[in-house]
């Protein structure tokens, strides 16, 4: 299973963005997937997660900004950002958890990180 990640940039206060992450490969099923972000000098964070049936749950620092949403038929999940902030400046990676055709076991999958940068 591979995920890409893509839609990150340079960004002013106060702006938007839109990650997006499509999961491809002999996938039989995805359960939950989610969104995490690493800042410099900081541990990796959860900033959003969404359930297979399309429940999200979000970090405190970005709720009422932030909406995760996903295309179960695209195997994708979608970050929309607004509002951002200088302290959202951080390399967002997204994750799956997921089963292979023929797998018994969901396995937690990784993309690779896009950056997003908030500055003026």
């Known amino acids: 299973v591979q995920l890409q990640a893509s839609g990150g940039g340079l960004v002013q206060p106060g702006g938007s963005l839109r990650l997006s992450c499509a999961a491809s490969?002999?996938?039989?099923?995805?359960?939950?997937m989610g969104w995490y972000r690493q800042a410099p000098g900081k541990q990796r964070e959860l900033v959003a997660r969404?359930?297979?049936?399309?429940?999200?749950n979000y970090a405190d620092s970005v709720k009422g900004r932030f909406t995760i949403s996903r295309d179960n038929a695209k195997n994708m999940v979608f970050l929309q950002m607004n509002s951002l902030k200088p302290e959202d400046t951080a390399v967002y990676s997204c994750?799956?958890?997921?089963?292979?055709?023929?797998?018994?076991?969901?396995?937690?999958?990784w993309g690779q990180g896009t950056q997003v940068t908030v500055s003026s």
């Open positions: 994750n799956a958890n997921a089963r292979v055709v023929g797998g018994i076991w969901f396995n937690v999958y």
């Open positions: 490969g002999s996938i039989s099923s995805i359960n939950a």
């Open positions: 969404i359930t297979s049936g399309g429940s999200p």
